[in-house]
């Protein structure tokens, strides 16, 4: 298998000249609980999607079967906690930057909005002192009866440290040589030696679970999760709880049937060899492999080629694998390997014709290694298609090394990643990533990665994508006539945003076209840790080359923004090398702003037309430049194309007025509400 690497964080450069002095104050594990929460009477439920009123985000994001509530919405005895947007604290990685806390015996309750089946806990439970995580119960109640308990577990959780981070709460900086925050210093290069806090910067702290609750329940209905008395966790933090009527199980009769080649539904024995026999079997007698309900082990990969697998539904087929380290590392770095499914290595011709539907991936990754080929899509797969999988605790969700066209990606959802959810690697063309629900993933949600071949003619298209814990929601790396539309991005928590157009890590340029166009974005704009700045929640940024392609930016809603809503940056030592020019924003609402509706801190320009925005904290416009500050005003210029709605584009700003505050004051914009 060819490497699979997500893009690695760079040794970080001051944006500017001057040092940085700023200090990061971290909010350790818990969270200061911002309130505590009364019972309420709970008799209406409220329904959210990305903890947005669903009105403010009609037609974007991703169709799903579940219904959405935040437990700060239910009634609860327990503590709120948030809002808070801060990195390493328990609410900025809360959907909605809020949480109810339980301490043993405290309870929060639910009101069903619809008739379901099944629930998804969204929660945080503690971290082993010397890390590795710890197991508690949680019980699930209905109407006041007591259904099961669930056990929650932290062994997913808790990630420490500096890139690519460490699972051990009490380790030392992975790079001294590198600048923090946290003393804005070198430590390495620092006499004396400054003293660095543990656990340092804890982050990635929530899992999910699922249950079926072995009946259908009716609106109205109150599903209740308790800490119960003697839990070996101090404190549960419930974030949101999903319900949903699952329909009943798929059945496929005419086809390779997986129990007739020896796989265990048990999930006891190892079930690998199986599917090679049943996946052979189907293609010399041009049938599908069905793969019943059950709970399937599977600990290395499975190739495939030129084949159909279709399972029960995700909720039903469980494949299932440990991480196994290999004797030695593989050509291609991997020093472990676990369940996926594999498309052959594009520089071996690939696979084609593959198509997955109807079952859940379960993987067993608890540490970042870039080299590992642990995800639980792979390879490459052209004319193909991966649709309604359930994938949870492997690297990267789906992984596609290129060369290879047409894959169409449609209905997942990927969810409690160590990286990606998605990247189309190296040369994906003409296919298509729609209608996937993806939350808390530990680098970028959905990227395009134009890294040595240029992708082409892509399109994400109405994905929902919620609280990244690092970098961005989409990020696009260099390409061709690439777009994203009608997707919702909600709650990113540093180094990175929303919506990221990057001309970096060694990507392509960008060429023809980039549509960005429809999508909402909320809460985003976050704290951008190396530069000690506010990021936009579209941000685009070149650092590799200059970005001088055709993009277009139409009917975006950029909701509550933590700094700015649109931001275009040029790193400290390349402001005099590379610019971003062509972009043009049209049709576009910003509903409040932490500091600026646009900051720009490059050369180049940008026109805008129809842009309409309220509730700005600082001034419309942040104009940096490249921070030269010539008497003929700033290197970026802004074009106004009319109908630039809320005072925010004055005419003595245009066409290149020096505006610059290079850490402007953030004042919390209110909730978003209809335009």
């Avoid at 998804?120 to 109640?141: F, K, M």
């Avoid at 690998?272 to 007698?285: C, E, K, N, P, V």
Wanted: charged letters at 20%.
């Amino acid at each position: 298998m060819s490497r699979s690497r997500t893009p690695a964080r760079r040794r970080p450069h001051p944006l500017t000249a001057g040092a940085i002095a700023t200090a990061t104050v971290l909010t350790l594990l818990a969270g200061a609980p911002a309130a505590t929460a009364a019972p309420r009477g709970g008799a209406q439920p409220v329904v959210t999607r990305a903890a947005l009123d669903p009105a403010l985000v009609t037609g974007r994001g991703a169709n799903v079967d579940f219904v959405e509530q935040e437990a700060e919405n239910a009634r609860t005895n327990g503590e709120i906690i948030g809002p808070d947007r801060s990195a390493y604290t328990l609410p900025a990685e809360a959907s909605g930057r809020r949480a109810v806390r339980l301490t043993p015996g405290e309870h929060v309750e639910f009101v069903l909005p619809s008739a379901a089946n099944a629930i998804t806990v969204r929660y945080s439970i503690p971290d082993a002192p010397r890390g590795g995580g710890i197991t508690a119960p949680l019980g699930v109640a209905v109407n006041g009866r007591h259904l099961r308990s669930m056990t929650l577990t932290s062994q997913y959780s808790w990630l420490y440290n500096q890139y690519p981070f460490s699972n051990d709460p009490q380790a030392g900086l992975l790079h001294p040589d590198w600048w923090i925050t946290e003393c804005s210093c070198v430590p390495s290069a620092t006499t004396p030696y400054p003293t660095i806090s543990t656990p340092f910067r804890p982050t990635h702290f929530y899992d999910e679970q699922r249950l079926l609750l072995g009946r259908t329940y009716r609106a109205g209905d109150k599903v209740r999760l308790t800490a119960p008395p003697g839990s070996a966790a101090a404190w549960t933090v419930i974030d949101l709880l999903d319900s949903e009527l699952v329909a009943p199980p798929h059945v496929r009769l005419l086809a390779a049937n997986v129990l007739a080649f020896g796989a265990d539904p048990t999930g006891r024995r190892d079930s690998a060899d199986a599917l090679d026999r049943a996946i052979a079997f189907a293609r010399r007698t041009h049938l599908k492999v069905y793969i019943p309900p059950g709970t399937y082990q599977v600990n290395r990969h499975i190739i495939v080629d030129d084949v159909t697998i279709e399972g029960a539904g995700n909720w039903y087929t469980i494949i299932k694998g440990r991480e196994v380290a290999l004797p030695t590392p593989a050509p291609d770095g991997s020093v472990h390997t676990g369940v996926g499914f594999y498309g052959r290595d594009a520089a071996d011709g690939g696979s084609r014709n593959v198509h997955l539907s109807g079952f859940a991936i379960e993987g067993d990754v608890r540490e970042r290694i870039d080299t590992d080929q642990v995800n639980a899509i792979g390879g490459a797969m052209s004319d193909s298609t991966i649709d309604g999988l359930y994938v949870h605790h492997t690297k990267v969700g789906l992984w596609f090394d290129g060369p290879m066209r047409n894959v169409r990606v449609t209905n997942n959802i990927i969810v409690d990643q160590i990286a990606d959810a998605l990247n189309f690697h190296t040369g994906v063309t003409d296919s298509l990533v729609a209608h996937n629900f993806v939350r808390n993933t530990g680098d970028d949600g959905l990227a395009m990665w134009s890294e040595k071949t240029a992708n082409a003619r892509n399109t994400f298209d109405h994905n929902t994508v919620q609280s990244p814990t690092l970098a961005n929601g989409i990020a696009i790396y260099g390409g061709t006539d690439n777009t994203v539309s009608n997707n919702l991005i909600a709650d990113p928590v540093r180094e990175g945003s929303g919506l990221h157009v990057g001309a970096r890590f060694g990507a392509e340029p960008f060429a023809g076209h980039l549509r960005i166009t429809g999508n909402t974005t909320a809460r985003a704009g976050t704290y951008e840790l190396n530069w000690n700045i506010g990021l936009g929640a579209i941000w685009f940024f070149a650092l590799d080359r200059s970005i001088d392609a055709a993009i277009e930016v139409t009917r975006d809603a950029y909701l509550d923004n933590t700094y700015n809503a649109i931001m275009l940056v040029s790193d400290w030592p390349v402001k005099d090398l590379y610019s971003i020019t062509n972009v043009r924003f049209r049709d576009i609402r910003v509903d409040g702003t932490g500091t600026s509706v646009v900051s720009a801190r490059t050369a180049g320009s940008a026109s805008f037309a129809n842009v309409d925005a309220r509730n700005v904290g600082a001034v419309g416009v942040n104009n940096c430049g490249s921070f030269h500050f010539t008497p003929a005003g700033s290197e970026f210029t802004l074009t106004d194309l009319g109908g630039n709605d809320g005072g925010w584009l004055a005419p003595w700003l245009l066409p290149n007025t020096i505006t610059c505050d290079d850490r402007p004051p953030v004042s919390p914009p209110p909730p978003p509400a209809r335009w």
